[in-house]
């Protein structure tokens, strides 16, 4: 396995598109989180899957953000109607419900809004 | 709001060792103390983590107080592939991760 892995690396989008993000996690990981980065700041929680199920939202994740975890594999995040505020770095994240093991983290899909 | 405070950089000269410390009073007796690293331009790596015993594996050593309240991230020798974002966090159970800012690792030559 080769980890976690995003796509795109990079996206420019105009303010008002709409913008899709996939995140394959680890193949045998049941979980899954979406966090979001901006410059000089820690990642902030966005939500969380185990399984195909969405667990837990933040209150960061507004209306125009929906995530969803089809048959518990990949992930995708959508961002309709963007917005310059939401240019970020958008990190997904995997692990296994077994008791405290880490989380691996992918690259990230950095977002532009211009 | 981040359960952790670390101070925002540490600078070390290459081959010695660094300390850093964090502090996370509010701690309640389920809380696994994690820490992870960011590497300019990369997601965030796992480091180590730790319950109440001392840990230690091939990337670091984890010290934590009798208390739990606080707790010691020791990178032996520092490498100039150690400079990075280093994040004390308290796990949740079901996984999540609440990041604060960091503590900024620079290391001199």
């Known amino acids: 396995d080769t980890g976690v892995s995003q796509d795109p690396r990079h996206k420019i989008t105009k303010r008002g598109q709409n913008v899709t993000f996939r995140c394959d996690p680890i193949?045998?990981?049941?979980?899954l989180y979406w966090y979001r980065q901006t410059l000089g700041q820690g990642p902030e929680f966005l939500t969380y899957?185990?399984?195909?199920?969405?667990?837990?939202k933040s209150r960061l994740l507004s209306d125009r953000f929906s995530a969803e975890r089809p048959k518990g594999s990949f992930s995708t995040l959508e961002i309709q109607r963007t917005e310059q505020g939401d240019s970020a770095m958008y990190l997904c994240?995997?692990?296994?419900?077994?008791?405290?093991?880490?989380?691996?983290f992918g690259q990230g899909t950095r977002l532009t809004v211009v | 709001d981040a359960k952790t405070t670390q101070p925002n950089s540490m600078e070390s000269n290459e081959e010695e060792p660094v300390h850093l410390p964090c502090n996370h009073s509010?701690?309640?007796?389920?809380?696994?103390i994690h820490w992870y690293r960011q590497l300019p331009s990369q997601g965030p790596e796992y480091v180590i983590h730790?319950?109440?015993s001392n840990v230690n594996n091939r990337m670091a050593s984890l010290a934590i107080a009798e208390d739990r309240k606080s707790s010691t991230l020791i990178l032996h020798r520092a490498t100039l592939r150690d400079a990075a974002v280093y994040y004390c966090?308290?796990?949740?159970?079901?996984?999540?991760?609440?990041f604060g800012a960091g503590t900024q690792v620079v290391v001199t030559p």
């Open positions: 899957f185990q399984n195909e199920a969405q667990l837990e």
């Open positions: 966090i308290l796990r949740e159970p079901w996984g999540k991760l609440q």
């Open positions: 193949s045998e990981h049941n979980r």
């Open positions: 730790g319950l109440t």
């Open positions: 994240a995997s692990s296994s419900s077994k008791l405290n093991t880490e989380a691996f």
């Open positions: 509010t701690i309640s007796g389920t809380d696994y």
